[in-house]
């Protein structure tokens, strides 16, 4: 990420600005310099070990187990002593009547999502950003940050509650007004619906925080410049607040789109039930239900690998369309 | 601003258009948290039949007391307590030393571990690797399955890291150097005590994500006695399966007052978001500004 720019400062000038007492290191004396750089902060070392640990144990152990996709896992014979069978399991997955459905569910939510998710916290970021500060804005930004908050277990209730056929006050409110209530979360064609419309009320507040950092770094010179010849608050917002935060929403989009095959799956798997099944199941909550319900692991894991990799390449070519404009992760 | 020139009429239309937005979205993110709250402290029959639509009708707290009767929700609020306690001060131990020594430029290799750490972001093994080795290691239905796993987020670690690097000022650790000051105690004595606002963002997030998640739970723990308040809360509001000592309450001091057992069910389940929501819903207004702070830290680089 763009983080870590000025870590790519050369060694000498790194060199010179931490030591300043020290004289300019000789040159073919590079070694040294390399363990005196390393022993100079040696304790630095011991501050990140539990970090570096932590990600060695519980993230790059488990690529390791990942060669389980290629293999027959047995438990008792371990992962390295479990024979290999190639692609099978991919064969399997890719061959099942199940696999275009899920592909489509996984596809589909995110992209329903995306079109309604995303475009909605900028909105909401730019009518903040013309509201005086005072009691009204503070009080609109509290009221819809805090179901952010809101655990997902908790979400899901309310859904549940608030829908129900019998006693949910929206099923309620929508008779009340003459509309015919489908069984929402026994339909499935209203489950993502449900999901995503549940998703927006959950986090359309809290995502507007990040737009609301950017549009704090809008010139106002460029707005007097503006009320100076004539330009309209909506097209202030549009030609200058807007392009401001561009590059915010281009990375943020990215992060989205490359996140696209892990929609969250913990929410759908609340929701889920036999009857919306055939469009609630995503590869996510497929990868749970055969791994550690049903236990085949190793396909499991290739469904999981599957996805881990569409989302890599997701990833890259959007990163990459995104280079052109400028506005990349790295 | 600049407010000497006046305003236009299709400006004023405009704001008003804005504030008519905004009051919307307040309606709709307000009333079912309002909605909630009075269900909880109603009678069952007038919520289930829609007569209470806003403000509580035929007040009651028996919701509360089956709530508070009920031994299965105490054990996972003890549980989630404790693992909250406890997750958030191994997050804190590991975060912040780490997140300081990524943000110092004189720290050699540090390119590097932030790659290193970088990858995982963007992929990783999937779900049953991790699950092999958590339980190789031998942490299955133990409460260290639900905090290990979750030691440190890459995102708390950047933003942790975004902080020192742009509040320490290097002119500060180079005289610290000079008079002979360790990393060490420049870190202890020095920028710990400079970095109130981080710890506070740091322990906030993580403390939420331990207070609310359930998935680690749901895979890692086979012992119902060691479930926390999520996992319990799932089997009430999501299986709708009440914890057998709710059904004894009910038969044995309550059993007149409440007249179905899907009755005391909707009653219980107002309650129960409320009381275990309230100790999140009831800090955050206060540390509201704390919370925002944290995110707007992360997106000023990264």
Same mark, same amino acid.
């Given at each position: 990420?763009?983080?870590?720019?000025?870590?790519?400062?050369?060694?000498?000038?790194?060199?010179?600005?931490?030591?300043?007492?020290?004289?300019?290191?000789?040159?073919?004396?590079?070694?040294?310099?390399?363990?005196?750089?390393?022993?100079?902060?040696?304790?630095?070392?011991?501050?990140?070990?539990?970090?570096?640990?932590?990600?060695?144990?519980?993230?790059?152990?488990?690529?390791?187990?990942?060669?389980?996709?290629?293999?027959?896992?047995?438990?008792?014979?371990?992962?390295?002593?479990?024979?290999?069978?190639?692609?099978?399991?991919?064969?399997?997955?890719?061959?099942?009547?199940?696999?275009?459905?899920?592909?489509?569910?996984?596809?589909?939510?995110?992209?329903?999502?995306?079109?309604?998710?995303?475009?909605?916290?900028?909105?909401?970021?730019?009518?903040?950003?013309?509201?005086?500060?005072?009691?009204?804005?503070?009080?609109?930004?509290?009221?819809?940050?805090?179901?952010?908050?809101?655990?997902?277990?908790?979400?899901?209730?309310?859904?549940?509650?608030?829908?129900?056929?019998?006693?949910?006050?929206?099923?309620?409110?929508?008779?009340?007004?003459?509309?015919?209530?489908?069984?929402?979360?026994?339909?499935?064609?209203?489950?993502?619906?449900?999901?995503?419309?549940?998703?927006?009320?959950? /986090?359309?507040?809290?995502?507007?925080?990040?737009?609301?950092?950017?549009?704090?770094?809008?010139?106002?010179?460029?707005?007097?410049?503006?009320?100076?010849?004539?330009?309209?608050?909506?097209?202030?917002?549009?030609?200058?607040?807007?392009?401001?935060?561009?590059?915010?929403?281009?990375?943020?989009?990215?992060?989205?789109?490359?996140?696209?095959?892990?929609?969250?799956?913990?929410?759908?798997?609340?929701?889920? @039930?036999?009857?919306?099944?055939? /469009?609630?199941?995503?590869?996510?909550?497929?990868?749970?239900?055969?791994?550690?319900?049903?236990?085949?692991?190793?396909?499991?894991?290739?469904?999981?690998?599957?996805?881990?990799?569409?989302?890599?390449?997701?990833?890259?070519?959007?990163?990459?369309?995104?280079?052109?404009?400028?506005?990349?992760?790295? | 601003?600049?407010?000497?020139?006046?305003?236009?009429?299709?400006?004023?239309?405009?704001?008003?258009?804005?504030?008519?937005?905004?009051?919307?979205?307040?309606?709709?993110?307000?009333?079912?948290?309002?909605?909630?709250?009075?269900?909880?402290?109603?009678? *069952?029959?007038?919520?289930?039949?829609?007569?209470?639509?806003?403000? *509580?009708?035929?007040?009651?707290?028996?919701?509360?007391?089956?709530?508070?009767?009920?031994?299965?929700?105490?054990?996972?609020?003890?549980?989630?307590?404790?693992?909250?306690?406890?997750?958030?001060?191994?997050?804190?131990?590991?975060?912040?030393?780490?997140?300081?020594?990524?943000?110092?430029?004189?720290?050699?290799?540090?390119?590097?571990?932030?790659?290193?750490?970088?990858?995982?972001?963007?992929?990783?093994?999937?779900?049953?690797?991790?699950?092999?080795?958590?339980?190789?290691?031998?942490?299955?239905?133990?409460?260290?399955?639900?905090?290990?796993?979750?030691?440190?987020?890459?995102?708390?670690?950047?933003?942790?890291?975004?902080?020192?690097?742009?509040?320490?000022?290097?002119?500060?650790?180079?005289?610290?150097?000079?008079?002979?000051?360790?990393?060490?105690?420049?870190?202890?004595?020095?920028?710990?005590?400079?970095?109130?606002?981080?710890?506070?963002?740091?322990?906030?997030?993580?403390?939420?994500?331990?207070?609310?998640?359930?998935?680690?739970?749901?895979?890692?723990?086979?012992?119902?006695?060691?479930?926390?308040?999520?996992?319990?809360?799932?089997?009430?509001?999501?299986?709708?399966?009440?914890?057998?000592?709710? @059904?004894?309450?009910?038969?044995?001091?309550?059993?007149?007052?409440?007249?179905?057992?899907?009755?005391?069910?909707?009653?219980?389940?107002?309650?129960?978001?409320?009381?275990?929501?309230?100790?999140?819903?009831?800090?955050? *207004?206060?540390?509201?500004?704390?919370?925002?702070?944290?995110?707007?830290?992360?997106?000023?680089?990264?």
């Amino acid at each position: 990420m763009k983080a870590s720019v000025p870590a790519q400062a050369s060694p000498e000038s790194a060199t010179t600005r931490s030591h300043p007492k020290r004289n300019s290191p000789q040159p073919g004396r590079k070694r040294n310099q390399w363990r005196r750089r390393i022993m100079h902060n040696w304790e630095l070392y011991l501050f990140i070990a539990p970090c570096l640990l932590y990600f060695f144990v519980f993230h790059y152990l488990p690529m390791y187990g990942i060669q389980i996709a290629f293999k027959n896992f047995l438990p008792t014979k371990g992962i390295t002593g479990s024979e290999w069978i190639g692609f099978d399991h991919f064969e399997r997955f890719f061959n099942s009547y199940y696999f275009w459905d899920l592909l489509w569910n996984t596809f589909s939510i995110s992209l329903y999502e995306l079109a309604v998710g995303f475009p909605l916290p900028i909105i909401l970021a730019l009518a903040f950003n013309e509201v005086k500060d005072g009691l009204f804005k503070r009080g609109v930004q509290t009221v819809t940050y805090a179901p952010h908050f809101i655990s997902l277990v908790v979400m899901a209730g309310m859904i549940i509650t608030f829908l129900s056929p019998s006693s949910g006050i929206l099923i309620r409110m929508l008779e009340g007004i003459g509309i015919d209530t489908p069984a929402f979360l026994e339909d499935p064609r209203w489950f993502k619906t449900v999901y995503v419309v549940s998703g927006v009320w959950q /986090s359309t507040g809290w995502g507007t925080i990040i737009y609301l950092a950017a549009l704090a770094g809008v010139d106002p010179q460029l707005h007097e410049a503006a009320i100076v010849d004539g330009a309209s608050r909506l097209r202030r917002v549009l030609h200058i607040n807007l392009p401001t935060i561009v590059p915010t929403i281009s990375i943020l989009l990215i992060l989205n789109v490359g996140n696209m095959l892990s929609v969250g799956y913990e929410k759908i798997l609340l929701l889920q @039930n036999s009857l919306n099944m055939e /469009s609630s199941d995503v590869i996510a909550t497929f990868v749970y239900r055969t791994g550690l319900v049903n236990n085949q692991l190793s396909f499991s894991t290739a469904v999981g690998l599957f996805n881990s990799v569409i989302n890599a390449i997701l990833l890259v070519t959007l990163n990459r369309i995104a280079k052109r404009t400028g506005n990349s992760l790295w | 601003m600049v407010s000497a020139i006046k305003e236009s009429r299709g400006d004023k239309v405009f704001l008003v258009l804005v504030y008519l937005f905004l009051s919307a979205a307040l309606l709709v993110v307000l009333y079912p948290l309002l909605y909630m709250i009075s269900a909880s402290i109603s009678t *069952p029959k007038f919520v289930n039949s829609g007569e209470m639509w806003l403000w *509580p009708k035929g007040l009651t707290l028996d919701g509360y007391r089956l709530v508070f009767d009920n031994a299965k929700i105490w054990t996972g609020y003890g549980n989630t307590i404790l693992y909250t306690a406890i997750g958030t001060l191994i997050n804190l131990a590991i975060t912040l030393p780490a997140a300081y020594a990524l943000s110092r430029s004189d720290f050699y290799g540090r390119n590097l571990f932030m790659i290193l750490i970088l990858i995982t972001m963007f992929f990783n093994g999937g779900l049953v690797p991790l699950y092999l080795v958590v339980k190789d290691l031998g942490l299955i239905n133990s409460m260290w399955a639900l905090i290990l796993p979750v030691s440190v987020t890459v995102w708390n670690l950047i933003v942790a890291r975004t902080f020192f690097q742009s509040t320490i000022p290097r002119e500060l650790q180079e005289a610290a150097h000079i008079d002979g000051c360790t990393n060490l105690r420049l870190f202890v004595r020095i920028v710990l005590p400079l970095s109130a606002p981080i710890i506070a963002v740091m322990a906030l997030f993580y403390g939420v994500m331990h207070w609310n998640s359930y998935f680690t739970a749901l895979i890692y723990l086979n012992d119902e006695s060691k479930y926390p308040l999520q996992m319990v809360l799932r089997q009430i509001l999501v299986l709708q399966q009440m914890g057998s000592e709710t @059904n004894e309450a009910l038969s044995s001091d309550m059993a007149a007052a409440a007249a179905s057992k899907a009755e005391v069910a909707s009653l219980v389940k107002y309650a129960v978001i409320i009381v275990s929501t309230l100790p999140v819903i009831a800090v955050y *207004p206060f540390l509201q500004r704390y919370f925002v702070q944290g995110v707007m830290i992360g997106s000023v680089k990264g």
